[in-house]
């Protein structure tokens, strides 16, 4: 009978440790899954809008902001984009394409064109900011400084090398910048510090194939208004984009948007 009760108290011990009844053992650890690593989206892709400006530490003689666009791929490979140079009537037409490689949010390449009647080339890189949803970088001139005089037309500086910004179209930075076109003028906001804003027009279908998309573009002082001069052909029936970049007086972005429009 001895053996028995000993089997059986034995054996209700063991029952209460395999059921955690058996005093003050710790609750089983709790497993928690692992989350699934989350794999970053490739850098939009797309025509993308913005501008160039010269430095003014290397050429504070004239440092102008232009046009720039780039029409990227959805992946890594080759894209085309243009340097705008034009800001007067009596000047050529002016522009330097651009050819380049987007690897991963990285882009590089080069650019090379005509500025009124010399030979123009350099490189730029650059990078997207994700936070931003911003392409921007620097370009470089490998001709250098180089001072122009095409009186009685305009003087003015290359610059040796400067930077750029590119954004979606119709986004708005700050989300509160905003512009309109109406017939021929194009309006925007009014921004704190503004001291130069550049405003252009652009053909997305010249954009996205080959050539100089620029329909026009100059650079004010003052004011929130300006109108694309008679001179300059906008084709009834189809569309454009109107692009407005506003910057301080140190040549630094306040605020930029671009804004679609088809001519009635």
Not at 37 to 65: C, H, M, R
Request: hydrophobic share 40%; net charge neutral; charged share 10%.
């Amino acid at each position: 009978m001895k053996f028995i009760k000993r089997a059986f108290w034995f054996g209700l011990g063991l029952a209460l440790v395999a059921c955690g009844g058996g005093g003050d053992d710790p609750a089983p650890t709790q497993v928690v899954p692992v989350p699934t690593p989350v794999i970053p989206a490739s850098p939009p892709s797309g025509l993308y809008v913005g501008y160039y400006q010269e430095d003014q530490a290397t050429n504070p003689e004239d440092p102008v902001p232009g046009a720039f666009s780039l029409n990227l791929p959805s992946g890594d490979g080759s894209f085309s984009g243009s340097m705008f140079f034009t800001y007067v009537g009596c000047q050529t037409s002016n522009v330097g394409l651009v050819s380049g490689t987007k690897a991963g949010s990285s882009l590089s390449g080069n650019w090379s064109g005509t500025v009124d009647g010399t030979a123009q080339s350099g490189t730029y890189m650059g990078t997207y900011d994700p936070t931003a949803l911003v392409y921007s970088g620097t370009y470089a001139n490998a001709g250098g400084k180089q001072f122009r005089d095409l009186s009685p037309c305009i003087q003015y500086t290359i610059a040796p090398k400067g930077s750029w910004e590119m954004f979606a179209i119709e986004s708005h930075s700050p989300a509160t910048f905003n512009a309109a076109v109406n017939g021929r003028t194009i309006l925007w906001g009014a921004v704190p510090g503004a001291a130069i804003t550049l405003v252009y027009v652009l053909d997305p279908q010249i954009a996205t194939s080959s050539g100089n998309p620029v329909v026009w573009q100059t650079v004010i002082t003052t004011g929130v208004t300006t109108s694309v001069p008679s001179t300059m052909i906008l084709q009834a029936g189809r569309q454009y984009i109107a692009a407005v970049g506003v910057l301080d007086a140190s040549y630094r972005r306040l605020a930029f948007t671009s804004q679609r429009f088809t001519v009635p």
